[in-house]
T-cell receptor, first 116, second 111 residues
Framework: GAVVSQHPSWVICKSGTSVKIECRSL??????MFWYRQFPKQSLMLMAT?????????EQGVEKDKFLINHASLTLSTLTVTSAHPEDSSFYIC????????????FGPGTRLTVL | SQQGEEDPQALSIQEGENATMNCSYK?????LQWYRQNSGRGLVHLIL?????REKHSGRLRVTLDTSKKSSSLLITASRAADTASYFC???????????FGKGTLLTVNP
């Protein structure tokens, strides 16, 4: 149980285009989902926290107009990187948490974004 | 912001040896968790230790927590080549359970 999927697993796009990444909790309902970014050989940096049905809370320094997050249902959150640039190339990882398992997050396999 | 600091940053050992990784943090915590990440993959949750616990075991893993020193250690006994991965500690707390990750230790277990 507690499986989280991400789609796509990797994507290559041209500079200036937008890319949508999906995060799904497959066998549980996630009241909260988190989006992280990880640069090569570095740790995970939290970008934003999203709660189902409400606006996402962004971490300091993360542009909310560039990284659009939608958490429309208890099993799906999406991250859209708008007008992507090469510096947005990174590994994006989501995690999902239920209200009943405080402190434990279940992570997706990640999405590798390469912007040319 | 990054709160945890792991050391060493990289560790290379032979199969069968034990591997110890340390993590320090700065603020008070409710719990501390350890995760493993294989190259280019997502994170796998290994173990969670609560602030009122001092030691916890899970299979070949042993985690200690010293809240007075704001530090934790992860010991992997009888390491295997398959244990090769990056290991991260993460502290969580607060009403929305945000996790703050350390910089990680890259463990290489040579066969």
């Amino acid at each position: 149980g507690a499986v989280v999927s991400q789609h796509p697993s990797w994507v290559i796009c041209k500079s200036g285009t937008s890319v949508k990444i999906e995060c799904r909790s497959l066998d549980f309902q996630a009241t909260t989902m988190f989006w992280y970014r990880q640069f090569p050989k570095q740790s995970l940096m939290l970008m934003a926290t999203s709660n189902e049905g409400s606006k996402a809370t962004y971490e300091q320094g993360v542009e909310k107009d560039k990284f659009l997050i939608n958490h429309a249902s208890l099993t799906l959150s999406t991250l859209t990187v708008t007008s992507a640039h090469p510096e947005d190339s990174s590994f994006y990882i989501c995690s999902a948490q239920t209200s009943g398992r405080a402190g434990e997050q279940f992570f997706g396999p990640g999405t590798r974004l390469t912007v040319l | 912001s990054q709160q945890g600091e792991e050391d060493p940053q990289a560790l290379s050992i032979q199969e069968g040896e034990n591997a110890t990784m340390n993590c320090s943090y700065k603020t008070s915590i409710n719990n501390l968790q350890w995760y493993r990440q294989n190259s280019g993959r997502g994170l796998v949750h290994l173990i969670l230790i609560r602030s009122n616990e001092r030691e916890k075991h899970s299979g070949r893993l042993r985690v200690t927590l010293d809240t007075s020193k704001k530090s934790s250690s992860l010991l992997i006994t009888a390491s295997r080549a398959a244990d090769t991965a990056s290991y991260f500690c993460a502290t969580g707390g607060g009403s929305n359970y945000k996790l703050t990750f350390g910089k990680g230790t890259l463990l290489t277990v040579n066969p």
